[in-house]
């Protein structure tokens, strides 16, 4: 169908019967602007190819553009991700940061009192001193605690606690004061 003008001249420059010339007419130009099949069950036929090519022409169109998307939304996905890896990336480094920062002020904070400890108490041990420190954390800890609404429990370990069973004293004392009693009697 693409090459009906092709044809068409073709025939006309191979016309020896000069068709057209016999009958007075001179062509100057020839073009096929229409066409139309000699059988219906031909036309028919072609329809349906040419329904069946369009239909399948619009699934890939469809098929393209669902593609697209998919695609977009897929380079979306990789730049949120990197978005958040870079964001993570971020807070690591400031967490790290601060974590430093706050590890170098107690560091101080330990070695100044340490210092300032030596000086008032120059004959104390190094083992008393920290433990000394390390009442004082406890009592900040403790302090910290109570602002809140946390439960602590303690061991006896944590507050150096011991039980101990006085039950054979009082029952001593309960015997002494029976037999105290009878001999009043």
């Known amino acids: 169908m ?4 092709k044809i068409a001249k073709e025939v006309h420059e191979a016309d020896t019967t000069n068709f057209y010339a016999q009958r007075g007419v001179k062509i100057h130009s020839l073009e096929v602007t229409g066409y139309k099949c000699a059988q219906y069950s031909t036309a028919e036929i072609l329809e349906q190819i040419i329904q069946e090519t369009t239909n ?4 890939l169109q469809q098929q393209e553009s669902e593609n697209e998307v998919q695609l977009q939304a897929i380079r979306g996905d990789i730049e949120e991700e990197k978005a958040m890896s870079e964001l993570i990336q971020i807070q ?4 790290n940061a601060k974590a430093k920062m706050e590890g170098l002020a107690e560091a101080e904070k330990v070695k100044s009192f340490l210092r300032e400890l030596s000086k008032e108490f120059s004959g104390m041990d190094d083992s008393a001193k920290i433990d000394i420190w390390k009442t004082l954390r406890k009592e900040d800890a403790l302090r910290a605690i109570s602002k809140g609404n ?7 370990n944590d507050v150096n606690l011991s039980i101990e069973n006085h039950e054979h004293i009082n029952k001593r004392s309960e015997k002494n004061w029976a037999d105290d009693s009878v001999s009043d009697d």
């Open 2 to 5: 693409t090459k009906f003008n």
């Open 56 to 59: 399948r022409m619009n699934k």
């Open 92 to 95: 690591t480094m400031n967490s």
């Open 150 to 156: 946390a439960s602590l429990y303690f061991t006896p």
